[in-house]
């Protein structure tokens, strides 16, 4: 069983600053990307930042600038610095994971349960 646990949400204030982290644990053989999606209220879920285990990046162009991705392949770890909020960036936050749990298994996406961020002043 693979678990993805997050946290670091909560209350930011705009300009302000927030890190989330997601720790993958359980049966693990190998990761090949990680990411984080976010979806607000009556809004469909969006990808904000993924990163594959070879270090490349890719960001929405929302939170281009003002986010980042990182990870510790070490701990099977992915943070997303986020600063400057916005108000805008008020949501449930998600972490996603492609995990082979052996060797001959297949690839499978994994969703943490996900993390409530709130910008507000």
């Known amino acids: 069983q693979v678990q993805l646990v997050e946290s670091g949400g909560g209350l930011g204030q705009p300009g302000g600053s927030l890190r989330l982290s997601c720790a993958a644990s359980g049966s693990i053989f190998s990761i090949s990307a990680m990411a984080w999606y976010r979806q607000a209220p009556g809004k469909q879920r969006e990808l904000v930042a993924t990163i594959t285990t070879g270090g490349s990046t890719d960001i929405a162009d929302s939170v281009k600038g003002r986010f980042t991705i990182s990870t510790d392949n070490a701990k099977n770890t992915v943070y997303l610095q986020m600063n400057s909020l916005k108000p805008e960036d008020t949501a449930v936050y998600y972490c996603?994971?492609?995990?082979?749990?052996?060797?001959?298994?297949?690839?499978?996406?994994?969703w943490g349960q996900g993390t409530q961020v709130t910008v507000s002043s």
């Open positions: 996603n994971a492609i995990i082979r749990k052996t060797v001959v298994s297949p690839i499978g996406t994994y």
